[in-house]
């Protein structure tokens, strides 16, 4: 069977800064009925688990590495023996979650993962954190956007190691080119596409000025 998209929701806290938040997180299973990649394990295993069945996990792949998209990375790994990609410019992030624990792999810009006969480019994103990617599935007509880009605008910027200038120009300079059709797949929340999200640009940024 072709690849797919499929999605897990998960509840829990996002903490940082002192401050604590319930939330519900999209967790993205990519494959076919063989081997899979998972994106963003957060907040409960087995829901994800339950979500592999018996397919082969290739990669557990960070698009941050705040603590509501990584929390249970490690016992995904464990379980399933699968590696943790994470940019290295999140290590600040990583270790307020895992001070003991290193990934076991880096995410770089441009590289390709392969599952299910399709391909993933990695795309660095910086903004919202400093190493922030998202994943590109052009087969698929997929971006997968973390907490980048939103039904709506941009993730936030409020808190350490953000910045929204930052994340404007990654917005603009890696996702506004994708082809407008491309389904934006987000961190929380709702799908949108590229071409519902572009029109708005200037207004982010005239309303953050504001």
């Known amino acids: 069977m072709a690849a797919r998209i499929e999605k897990v929701v998960t509840s829990g806290t996002f903490e ?3 401050g604590s938040w319930g939330v519900e997180n999209n967790v993205w299973i990519i494959g ?3 081997e899979c990649i998972v994106l ?6 087995m829901p994800i688990l339950d ?3 018996e397919r082969a996990l290739l990669a557990i792949v960070c698009t941050h590495a705040h603590n509501d998209h990584i929390d249970v990375a490690a016992e ?3 379980a399933t023996g699968a590696p943790i990609w994470v940019h290295p410019a999140e290590q600040p992030l990583w270790e307020m979650t895992y001070p003991d624990r290193v990934p076991d792999a880096e995410l770089a810009h441009g590289q390709v993962f392969e599952v299910g006969g399709v391909e993933l480019t990695v795309l660095h994103t910086p903004g919202h954190s400093p190493g922030a990617c998202c994943l590109h599935a052009p087969e698929l007509g997929a971006l997968f956007s973390g907490d980048t880009l939103f039904n709506g605008g ?3 910027t409020g808190r350490s190691f953000s910045d929204f200038g930052t994340i404007i120009d990654s917005i603009t300079s890696q996702l506004l080119v994708l082809p407008e059709g491309t389904v934006v797949h ?3 929340g709702d799908d949108t596409t590229i071409g519902a ?6 207004r982010w940024v005239d309303e953050h000025e504001d």
């Open 32 to 34: 076919d009925d063989e």
């Open 186 to 188: 987000t961190g929380h």
């Open 40 to 45: 963003d394990p957060g907040h409960e295993l």
């Open 154 to 156: 941009p993730g936030a």
């Open 76 to 78: 995904l790994s464990r």
């Open 197 to 202: 999200e572009k029109p708005h640009r200037q």
């Open 16 to 18: 940082l800064d002192g």
């Open 51 to 53: 979500g592999l069945a």
